[in-house]
């Protein structure tokens, strides 16, 4: 999600540009709290909600740069919590990190890099089947809410999963890909975490917004539309409709070299309206 003129943050530049084989465009946040909190006897934390511009970078910045980054332009942060298709190793991303960024005001959203789609191009460590996607789903949602509980992001935060772009058209590859969406939700609520989703407008996010059973499907939509528009209602690009209770974020630009107080990071630009992780 960042450099992502061809793949994500999550993964190398070069690894991105070889990887991107299909054309991609945005994704979402999430579908409203009556989605997300459908589990019957449980009692859900209140949502923890920010409205304002995010970033999101492949590595967790050190504790000295988010200080010298909080500067009022930037309230809420992106982190890569876990995935077997994490891109970069995240030396600061700890407990404590969590704990001393969240003082200081930051508001953060865990992303998860989970299996990718079987018609997906270039190789991934983890890459879902037809055949596999249910328990990989499963697998995978419970590894995620363990990291994200790990790192001190409590009960009813949300976990992004991070699903880079494919060929929707396909409709066996784009199948096995909603099976092991819902797969992965329905082990977050559960555990009592909100589901959120990363894709592009034109393919993965869209599979999401437009499918036609609901059953399962993530309650937070972050569509990636690289329009340089700061807005996650003018460019909306689903049904108008959808995700409106704080259930949106859109990633509106990539590759920012971007320097506050003395520190230099290359992010990507978030317009922010949902839900973010409940910490402390």
Avoid at 98 to 107: E, F, I, P, Q
Avoid at 135 to 144: E, K, V, W
Wanted: hydrophobic residues 35%; aromatic residues 10%.
């Amino acid at each position: 999600m960042s450099s992502k003129s061809s793949r994500s943050h999550r993964q190398s530049k070069k690894r991105r540009y070889v990887t991107w084989g299909v054309a991609g465009a945005a994704v979402v946040a999430g579908a409203g709290l009556a989605a997300q909190t459908s589990m019957a006897a449980t009692t859900w934390p209140a949502q923890k909600t920010f409205t304002g511009r995010a970033f999101d970078t492949c590595a967790a910045p050190s504790l000295a740069a988010m200080k010298a980054w909080h500067t009022g332009f930037y309230g809420a942060a992106a982190v890569y919590v876990g995935g077997k298709n994490r891109g970069c190793s995240q030396p600061n991303l700890t407990a404590s990190w969590v704990k001393s960024v969240s003082t200081l005001g930051w508001k953060l959203i865990p992303l998860y890099v989970g299996a990718q789609p079987p018609c997906q191009s270039g190789s991934n460590p983890e890459k879902l089947t037809a055949s596999t996607a249910a328990s990989l789903g499963a697998t995978d949602g419970a590894d995620a809410v363990a990291k994200a509980s790990a790192l001190g992001m409590r009960t009813g935060s949300p976990i992004y999963l991070d699903m880079e772009a494919y060929d929707i058209t396909n409709k066996a590859c784009n199948d096995a890909v909603l099976t092991y969406v819902r797969a992965f939700d329905k082990t977050l609520r559960a555990k009592t975490y909100r589901a959120g989703f990363y894709g592009f407008s034109s393919s993965s996010a869209k599979a999401i917004a437009t499918a036609t059973d609901r059953t399962d499907l993530p309650g937070n939509l972050w569509y990636a539309l690289w329009d340089k528009q700061n807005t996650t209602t003018t460019d909306w690009p689903f049904g108008k409709t959808q995700y409106t209770d704080h259930s949106r974020g859109h990633q509106y630009l990539v590759n920012s070299k971007e320097s506050r107080n003395g520190y230099t990071i290359t992010v990507d630009r978030d317009a922010w309206d949902g839900p973010v992780a409940i910490t402390g």
